[in-house]
């Protein structure tokens, strides 16, 4: 059941012991925290330059002792010329292997978390792929020079902002990847910033 707790916490309604988002103050007014409970995490890689004919470029594998589950990913770039640059969401079901990466630092939301158990990856050569589970979004992107006047637009890809699942991940088998589909912009440089929860 749904409680209504007041400032020092004492449930006014519904179910004793409820740890519901919405507080009543002093004045009567209730407020809402749509804050999450979940343990969650960010990584991001930054101006990593990417391998022509680019690929998985961006990871987040699973961990063998969590569900991680990935609410957000955002990205921003620049390229030498203009470009439309191709952007799938990817999930596998094997890891990747070989290739040239960097583990990017898994950081918690709450400095009382638990450390992270996924491991975050930014390539600036190809990996071997593991096996792909399929397309989960596919988007054409315009990425813009440095010199060129226009802002840098940043895009901001939500996967829970309609109350579906995130991108879940169950084992070190199972990737999300940020992939190029083998074409890229000359000169991209790119920025992604992942978010997941644990539990």
Not at 66 to 78: F, Y
Not at 90 to 104: F, L, M, W
Not at 112 to 121: G, R, S, W
Request: negative net charge; hydrophobic residues 40%.
């Amino acid at each position: 059941l749904l409680g209504v707790r007041n400032d020092a916490g004492t449930v006014l309604a519904g179910a004793a012991g409820d740890y519901s988002p919405i507080a009543v103050d002093p004045t009567g007014a209730v407020r809402m925290n749509h804050e999450g409970q979940k343990q969650t995490y960010s990584a991001a890689g930054t101006a990593f330059t990417i391998a022509g004919s680019g690929t998985d470029v961006f990871t987040v594998t699973g961990s063998g002792t969590k569900t991680v589950r990935i609410t957000s990913c955002t990205i921003t770039g620049l390229a030498t010329s203009a470009a439309a640059q191709d952007i799938l969401f990817v999930k596998r079901s094997t890891a990747n292997s070989a290739g040239t990466s960097t583990n990017e630092a898994e950081v918690p939301h709450d400095s009382d978390n638990a450390a992270a158990t996924a491991t975050v990856l930014s390539y600036t050569a190809n990996p071997t792929l593991g096996t792909g589970v399929g397309t989960l979004q596919a988007h054409k992107l315009t990425f813009t020079t440095a010199a060129g006047g226009i802002p840098q637009v940043q895009y901001h890809f939500s996967f829970t902002d309609h109350n579906e699942q995130g991108i879940v991940l169950r084992g070190t088998s199972q990737v999300f990847a940020v992939n190029l589909n083998g074409a890229t912009a000359t000169g991209l440089v790119l920025a992604i910033t992942v978010t997941w929860t644990e539990e």
